[in-house]
């Protein structure tokens, strides 16, 4: 059997490999995902540039039969790396940001101060400092009254935006 140019180097998984890896995974309490996100911020993976959490996964759920040394050591030693007194918190790291509630009064506030001044959403979402995932559809949702909550640094931005736009009514 001869092996593909970009599987040379790669090892199979043993049992006590994957052992270990379910071991520290569940001890920490935090997914890959978290883990690798934490590993970037703290630059942990530097050996390495295939690493991702998705490959990682797959050497527990037994989709994946080889792996890279360096590659399993990386992520052993990024879990390794957790402070104990963060254990059980990984999945503040996931991706999911902050999200705070709309008040009842937003809407209408946003809709008044965009009329007053002849604003469209799109002139406001071109506004310096407006966060690159806050669109269109996010701001037509909040002035339809159809967004329980919205992510914090979105709802900043607009009340920014309104205050803003309130002041130069009051002139």
């Not at 006590?16 to 970037?40: C, E, Q």
């Not at 104990?84 to 503040?92: D, F, I, L, M, T």
Request: hydrophobic share 35%; glycine share 4%.
């Amino acid at each position: 059997m001869t092996v593909k140019k970009r599987h040379q180097g790669r090892i199979p998984i043993t049992e006590k490999m994957t052992n270990d890896l379910r071991a520290v995974k569940d001890k920490t309490g935090w997914s890959f995902i978290a883990l690798f996100k934490y590993a970037k911020e703290h630059k942990l993976f530097k050996e390495t540039k295939t690493l991702n959490a998705a490959s990682a996964g797959s050497w527990l759920n037994g989709h994946t039969k080889t792996l890279y040394l360096s590659d399993y050591r990386c992520v052993i030693s990024a879990y390794d790396h957790i402070p104990e007194q963060q254990y059980g918190h990984g999945r503040e790291l996931t991706f999911r940001k902050k999200r705070v509630l709309v008040p009842d009064s937003f809407p209408k506030r946003l809709s008044a101060a965009l009329q007053n001044t002849q604003m469209s959403v799109d002139k406001l979402l071109s506004y310096s400092g407006a966060p690159k995932s806050l669109t269109r559809g996010i701001v037509d949702r909040v002035l339809r009254d159809d967004a329980n909550t919205v992510q914090d640094e979105h709802f900043q931005h607009l009340l920014k935006i309104i205050e803003a736009l309130e002041a130069i009514n009051q002139d």
